[in-house]
């Protein structure tokens, strides 16, 4: 019986006070409804770009051109290319962020308040599909949609830069490699041809003999090793198992430096874009009927809690005046 005494007199109370809600609910809400519109909070567009990074493990799928999409390790990589302070700063330069944020170039902290802006209205994440998603929210739809689709490019140039880098260099190793090689397969070479008084193998000029040469050479020098062998002259056995060494050390470098040589002439694989950013027809901030909503119970509920705390405010005082 008290419960419902109780909510009988809570309900008695809101009753006598149902004008002061009824105008303050109204007017909370209509105060919301006019300060979250645009003249007050531009609204702002949201265009996002779905991507798998392509699998570049290693030189040979770069040159073979595999298709499968990046492992975990590489998701990460490129989520890490795209919040870099590289790509940040190219969209930043290519559109004035500076003005379009409307951030004082003046202050001390316009850096940090650029960052900052960038980073909420910018987001880079990984998806639940291990994919790649660039959301970009911004007052201009169209600009959205452009600085979505250009932190993919930026980035993809970017990476092509980082990895032509490292294959030029890897190619110019490779060819000191084998001019090194080159001399060294000459000079023993040499001593060969000196020590049997005749031209038995060629030295570097193999590289440019027909495969048949090759063989030929190949099968002379296993039955100078095998008669060296016989014969226990064993300085001669060591300069053609150096000269065998150097040969077998130039094709595998040889291969290495083709490898290099076609990474550099290929385009390096870009993204897989699965969906590219698109200019939104529709805002995504703010969304007025939640805070439309939001305020309509926020200011009914604490009108409601101020009617009663009034109320038992004033029973108290008459309370207290009674009993003096």
Not at 13 to 27: A, W
Not at 218 to 242: C, G, N
Request: glycine share 4%; hydrophobic share 40%; net charge positive.
């Amino acid at each position: 019986m008290s419960g419902q005494a109780g909510a009988i007199r809570l309900f008695g109370i809101l009753y006598r006070n149902k004008l002061l809600i009824l105008v303050f609910t109204v007017l909370a809400t209509l105060g919301a409804a006019v300060f979250s519109g645009p003249s007050f909070i531009p609204p702002r567009y949201t265009s996002e770009v779905i991507l798998y990074p392509p699998s570049t493990n290693s030189n040979r799928m770069l040159i073979e051109r595999d298709a499968r999409f990046g492992s975990d390790k590489e998701i990460d990589e490129q989520i890490q290319l795209l919040r870099s302070s590289i790509v940040r700063d190219s969209i930043i330069n290519k559109y004035q962020l500076y003005d379009h944020y409307s951030i004082d170039t003046t202050i001390s902290d316009k850096r940090y308040r650029l960052n900052e802006k960038f980073s909420d209205r910018v987001k880079i994440e990984r998806t639940r599909y291990n994919s790649i998603s660039v959301i970009v929210s911004d007052t201009d739809p169209v600009k959205a949609a452009e600085i979505a689709n250009d932190i993919v490019a930026i980035g993809d140039a970017y990476k092509s830069t980082i990895i032509k880098a490292k294959l030029k260099e890897a190619f110019d190793a490779l060819s000191k490699t084998i001019f090194d090689l080159s001399f060294q397969i000459d000079q023993a070479a040499d001593e060969i041809n000196k020590a049997y008084k005749r031209e038995v193998v060629t030295g570097s000029k193999i590289n440019k003999a027909t495969n048949v040469e090759q063989l030929k050479e190949q099968l002379d020098l296993k039955e100078l090793m095998r008669v060296a062998r016989e014969t226990d002259r064993i300085s001669q056995l060591e300069k053609l198992y150096f000269y065998e060494s150097k040969l077998q050390q130039m094709v595998t470098v040889r291969m290495s430096y083709d490898q290099a040589l076609v990474g550099l002439n290929n385009q390096i694989p870009t993204s897989f874009i699965i969906s590219p950013a698109e200019v939104a027809d529709k805002k995504s901030f703010p969304v007025r009927w939640i805070i439309l909503v939001c305020t309509l119970l926020g200011s009914f509920i604490g009108i409601c809690s101020i009617a009663v705390l009034l109320h038992n405010y004033r029973s108290a005082v008459e309370m207290l005046k009674q009993i003096k």
